[in-house]
């Protein structure tokens, strides 16, 4: 009797002190292989469970939360909210004393957009299963989704003749910085072109030959600003977006530089004036990307302060490719005033016209 009556109290004992410190020395942590990803592609979401403690975990439940649109490899348990969209994915595992369990899941994201994933409960339970402690781990990750390029032919056509032309111009109009040699005066040249010190050595009027600029100087500008209700016409911002990640990733291939410049809100605390300087490379096109993930569908200014703003950034006879929503008289009108002032050539695409390509 005296046996039973230690045991029973010995067991006692042990299932008030594994309640209690079910999770003492439990720390979750957690992070995305890739924190820029296209629409659909597939990350790896990795889950690190440590058990600091000398104690053998049993069992531990681990409940993370996702957001609403995050695909997983395994079914997933909606959780309802009324302002926070999320879901939670469930597993459970064991722990070693002084250990670490690491998980990798297969997730993908469908929609464009700043996600968050802010952390997991876990549960641990005491030495006889019939009760559990949670507690909330709070993390900070996030992954941006950038949208996936349209590089249809139509595209890639209109890019290419506009790039074309910009190409011959560029051989038409020299760039007095580039001197390629000397040649003889024809009387057609100005005089600020003579070069006195070769017209004093050869005794005969000699001019600077000036060479060619070398590449083409091209801007790309993304407008998410429309007239009438934003709601109706969401899908042309987005393929606006989508637009530009295709312009940008041609230009990329093409090795020409180029500056880029949005007026729509980013999410999530990015502070920029967004524009973006003259560059080329993954770092840049990495940049761009992330911008067009983080693009609202409300506009920071107005498209013609936007025009106005690029015009103290730019240098003469620059190209511009402007990427807007839909066809606009108002905005016709600008971008002719643009041309005129800047004396770009402009190339302008419209989401309405292309909202039907696949990206």
């Not at 990803?37 to 993370?64: A, G, K, M, Q």
């Not at 709070?138 to 056509?157: F, G, R």
């Not at 010190?197 to 590449?215: G, I, P, S």
Request: some cysteine; glycine content about 6%.
């Amino acid at each position: 009797m005296a046996f039973i009556i230690a045991t029973i109290l010995i067991i006692i004992v042990v299932q008030a002190w594994s309640y209690r410190y079910a999770l003492t020395g439990i720390d979750y942590t957690s992070e995305s292989s890739n924190r820029l990803v296209e629409e659909d592609e597939v990350f790896e979401f990795i889950t690190i469970l440590t058990n600091h403690s000398s104690r053998f975990v049993p069992y531990l439940r681990i409940d993370e939360v996702f957001p609403e649109n995050v695909q997983l490899e395994h079914k997933d348990v909606p959780l309802a909210g009324i302002y926070v969209k999320e879901q939670t994915y469930t597993t459970s595992a064991y722990l070693m004393p002084r250990s670490q369990l690491e998980r990798r899941n297969n997730i993908s994201i469908a929609d464009r957009g700043c996600y968050v994933f802010r952390g997991a409960y876990l549960s641990g339970g005491d030495f006889l299963g019939l009760n559990e402690e949670a507690m909330f781990y709070a993390t900070y990750n996030e992954v941006v989704v950038y949208p996936k390029a349209i590089t249809s032919p139509k595209l890639l056509e209109m890019l290419g003749g506009f790039l074309g032309d910009v190409s011959v111009r560029r051989f038409i109009q020299e760039d007095p910085v580039l001197i390629a040699g000397i040649r003889e005066y024809t009387g057609s040249e100005p005089f600020k072109q003579l070069s006195w010190k070769h017209t004093a050595r050869l005794n005969q009027l000699m001019v600077k030959q000036f060479d060619y600029t070398l590449e083409p100087k091209i801007t790309v500008l993304v407008d998410s600003s429309v007239k009438d209700k934003i709601g109706e016409y969401a899908e042309h911002i987005e393929t606006c977006l989508s637009l530009a990640s295709g312009v940008c990733h041609y230009l990329e291939q093409k090795m020409i530089t180029y500056d880029f410049i949005c007026n729509a809100f980013l999410r999530l605390g990015v502070k920029s004036d967004n524009y973006l300087p003259e560059g080329l490379g993954p770092k840049h096109f990495d940049t761009v990307l992330e911008w067009l993930g983080r693009s609202t569908y409300y506009p920071n200014e107005t498209f013609s302060h936007t025009l106005e703003r690029l015009l103290t950034k730019q240098e003469k006879n620059r190209s511009t490719i402007l990427i807007i929503p839909q066809k606009n008289a108002e905005k016709s009108a600008l971008i002719k005033r643009f041309a005129h002032v800047s004396g770009s050539s402009i190339l302008t695409l419209y989401g309405e016209d292309f909202y039907a390509e696949e990206p």
